[in-house]
């Protein structure tokens, strides 16, 4: 095995770590912690900017670090778990999927995308770009995630785990998009989750359910 | 190969076999405190060993000579075992008649015997305990194998005591693929052992006994040595699992002064991971049969992502 420095060392078990919260976000039922699941992934993403940061002395990595941790570690975890005290959702139904088939499902995307990461590693000059495959693994795991459940909540966090992914490969290709684009896609980010939130409650008042298949048949002449 | 050397390989088979039922003791001791019980003895286990070697042996009648044969090759095979596994140090001449890859071998072997004995006088509890242990066996078996492989890519080379000698020697590193393998080793140690989350040690309610059920027809000396089996199985997974993620401290150069040190650490580590085993079993439900595979299918996919996750970082 060839030889890593410490840092890069910590980095790579950092990479794997997000790549574990996946896993278990894949396999989790409760709509609670899966959000919970959620914020330890931002916390993650944020010790990995740091460290980052603190690596290759980018000072804008240290303004990423610290967007992240108000918005993907605090407000929205905070937001969506008030959403779902308000909502009352507490349970996904079963999803579309057994579990256990979800995650072999899973490992093959995580194969999938390493070797989809393969040729953009070779490009990369960074020295963190063993990781790209685990952030494309992330992403697609979080795209599972979306695709195995129903409701809407569930969905959501998907979508909000599959950014913490993007973020993650951009942290590892390029050591960071550039600070216009960071802040661009965090206030997107941050917007949707707020027309989310009000489409639920518009979601909930036509079909008296979060459950997305009945948006599959709606008709106009119902 | 010097004397010393075999001299250490008797010194490891001896302290397994003298350990092993200390060990489930403390396992038991460690629980009822958990659970707010007064404590047994951890010296139980070698109390009910030597009570059972002085009771006369009850055989069913149309026993086969399999069911007899049974015990002995099932702890002869966990002797074997042990003699494979790396205690207090690495230098064994064991290292290189057998791999890890024959270990789990070995394991399989006792498994078929215990199962095949446990059908043979065809009792409904026996045929039950014996398809329900060789379910868990089967998935049990390709994740441990994984775990090996894993520890295996990282110091090149399948041999158990080589591993930990490998591990112990370069400078210390971080392997997040070992932190994989090391959940997903817990959950088959759990399973193997008939702990917990899997099965039950401490019942004999009929609908969820596995280990318990493939015991059921036996008494006196073959149930004792069944027992002292058992307990030299959780103890050669334990020492597995130290082997493979904690060997630090194991005497990995010769010498009374290096045995000095890796006696005291491996009775700490062996404490510790008995006062573990009592946790996770005191915090856990047991699953219905049928989350068994779930659970088994969860320890293999640990060790893949190990695996895959290795294959990625160092690559």
Same mark, same amino acid.
């Given at each position: 095995?060839?030889?890593?420095?410490?840092?890069?060392? @910590?980095?790579?078990?950092?990479?794997?770590?997000? @790549?574990?919260?996946?896993?278990?976000?894949?396999?989790?039922?409760?709509?609670?912690?899966?959000?919970?699941?959620?914020?330890?992934?931002?916390?993650?993403?944020?010790?990995?900017?740091l460290?980052?940061?603190?690596?290759?002395?980018?000072q804008?990595?240290?303004?990423s670090?610290?967007?992240?941790?108000?918005?993907?570690?605090?407000?929205l975890?905070? /937001? @969506?778990?008030?959403?779902?005290?308000?909502?009352?959702?507490?349970?996904?139904?079963?999803? /579309? @999927?057994?579990?256990?088939?979800?995650?072999?499902?899973?490992?093959?995307?995580?194969?999938?995308a390493?070797?989809?990461?393969?040729?953009?590693?070779?490009?990369?000059s960074?020295?963190?770009?063993?990781?790209?495959?685990?952030?494309?693994?992330?992403?697609l795991?979080?795209?599972?995630?979306?695709?195995?459940?129903?409701?809407?909540?569930?969905?959501?966090?998907?979508?909000?785990?599959?950014?913490?992914?993007?973020?993650f490969g951009?942290?590892?290709?390029?050591?960071?998009?550039?600070?216009?684009?960071?802040?661009?896609i965090?206030?997107?980010?941050?917007?949707?989750?707020?027309?989310?939130?009000?489409?639920f409650?518009q979601?909930?008042?036509?079909?008296?359910? /979060?459950?997305?298949?009945?948006?599959?048949?709606?008709?106009?002449?119902? | 190969?010097?004397?010393?050397?075999?001299?250490?390989?008797?010194?490891?088979?001896?302290?397994?076999?003298?350990?092993?039922?200390?060990?489930?003791?403390?396992?038991?001791?460690?629980?009822?405190w958990?659970?707010?019980?007064?404590?047994?003895?951890?010296?139980?286990?070698?109390?009910?060993?030597?009570?059972?070697?002085?009771?006369?042996?009850?055989?069913?009648?149309?026993?086969?000579?399999?069911?007899?044969?049974?015990?002995?090759?099932?702890?002869?095979?966990?002797?074997?075992?042990?003699?494979?596994?790396?205690?207090?140090?690495?230098?064994?001449p064991?290292?290189?008649?057998?791999?890890?890859?024959?270990?789990?071998?070995?394991?399989?072997?006792?498994?078929?015997?215990?199962?095949?004995?446990?059908?043979?006088? *065809?009792?409904?509890?026996?045929?039950?305990?014996?398809?329900?242990?060789?379910?868990? *066996?089967?998935?049990?078996?390709?994740?441990?194998?994984?775990?090996?492989?894993?520890?295996?890519?990282?110091?090149?080379?399948?041999?158990?005591?080589?591993?930990?000698?490998?591990?112990?020697?370069?400078?210390?590193?971080?392997?997040?693929?070992?932190?994989?393998?090391?959940?997903? =080793?817990?959950?088959?140690?759990?399973?193997?052992?008939?702990?917990?989350?899997?099965?039950?040690?401490?019942?004999?309610?009929?609908?969820?006994?596995?280990?318990?059920?493939?015991?059921?027809?036996?008494?006196?000396?073959?149930?004792?040595?069944?027992?002292?089996?058992?307990?030299?199985?959780?103890?050669?997974?334990?020492?597995?699992?130290?082997?493979?993620?904690?060997?630090?401290?194991?005497?990995a150069?010769?010498?009374?002064?290096?045995?000095?040190?890796?006696?005291?650490?491996?009775?700490?580590?062996?404490?510790?991971?008995?006062? *573990?085993?009592?946790f996770?079993?005191?915090?856990?439900?047991?699953?219905?049969?049928?989350?068994a595979?779930?659970?088994?299918?969860?320890? =293999?996919? =640990?060790?893949?992502?190990?695996?895959?996750?290795?294959?990625?970082?160092?690559?």
């Amino acid at each position: 095995m060839e030889h890593l420095t410490l840092d890069l060392q @910590l980095l790579n078990a950092f990479a794997a770590l997000l @790549l574990l919260l996946s896993f278990a976000m894949l396999s989790q039922r409760r709509i609670v912690s899966l959000v919970n699941l959620l914020a330890l992934q931002g916390a993650l993403l944020c010790a990995a900017t740091l460290l980052l940061a603190w690596r290759t002395g980018e000072q804008h990595l240290y303004f990423s670090a610290l967007l992240t941790l108000a918005l993907k570690v605090v407000f929205l975890p905070w /937001l @969506l778990h008030r959403l779902i005290r308000r909502l009352g959702v507490y349970w996904d139904t079963e999803p /579309l @999927l057994n579990v256990p088939f979800t995650m072999l499902v899973g490992v093959l995307v995580v194969v999938f995308a390493f070797g989809l990461a393969q040729p953009i590693a070779e490009l990369a000059s960074t020295a963190t770009r063993n990781a790209i495959g685990i952030a494309i693994a992330v992403i697609l795991l979080a795209f599972l995630t979306m695709i195995t459940r129903r409701k809407a909540m569930s969905q959501v966090v998907g979508f909000l785990s599959m950014e913490n992914g993007l973020f993650f490969g951009a942290m590892s290709a390029t050591y960071g998009m550039p600070m216009i684009v960071e802040l661009g896609i965090a206030l997107d980010v941050l917007v949707a989750m707020l027309v989310l939130g009000v489409f639920f409650f518009q979601i909930r008042e036509q079909f008296d359910s /979060l459950d997305l298949h009945h948006l599959e048949t709606l008709k106009e002449d119902q | 190969m010097s004397w010393s050397h075999w001299l250490l390989q008797v010194l490891q088979v001896a302290l397994a076999l003298a350990t092993a039922p200390l060990l489930v003791g403390w396992v038991n001791q460690c629980r009822a405190w958990l659970q707010n019980r007064s404590a047994p003895s951890a010296l139980q286990p070698y109390r009910v060993i030597r009570k059972l070697f002085h009771k006369d042996a009850v055989i069913a009648a149309n026993a086969s000579p399999l069911f007899r044969l049974a015990p002995y090759v099932v702890f002869g095979t966990m002797v074997a075992a042990a003699a494979m596994v790396p205690t207090v140090g690495t230098g064994m001449p064991f290292t290189t008649a057998a791999d890890a890859i024959a270990l789990v071998g070995l394991f399989a072997t006792a498994r078929m015997f215990i199962s095949l004995a446990a059908m043979d006088i *065809g009792t409904a509890f026996g045929t039950l305990g014996a398809r329900r242990e060789m379910m868990i *066996g089967f998935l049990a078996e390709p994740a441990l194998l994984m775990v090996i492989f894993v520890a295996s890519l990282i110091s090149a080379t399948t041999a158990l005591p080589a591993i930990a000698a490998q591990l112990v020697t370069q400078s210390a590193g971080l392997y997040p693929s070992l932190w994989f393998t090391a959940v997903a =080793f817990t959950m088959v140690l759990l399973a193997e052992n008939a702990r917990i989350p899997v099965d039950n040690p401490a019942t004999h309610l009929e609908l969820t006994m596995i280990h318990e059920a493939l015991l059921l027809e036996y008494s006196a000396r073959h149930l004792a040595l069944m027992e002292w089996a058992a307990a030299l199985k959780l103890f050669n997974y334990v020492t597995i699992g130290i082997a493979l993620f904690v060997p630090w401290g194991i005497a990995a150069e010769e010498g009374a002064f290096a045995l000095l040190v890796s006696v005291p650490a491996f009775a700490a580590k062996l404490l510790l991971a008995g006062a *573990g085993i009592a946790f996770i079993e005191t915090v856990s439900a047991k699953l219905r049969v049928f989350r068994a595979p779930e659970f088994l299918a969860t320890a =293999f996919l =640990f060790a893949v992502l190990g695996l895959l996750v290795h294959l990625l970082l160092t690559g």
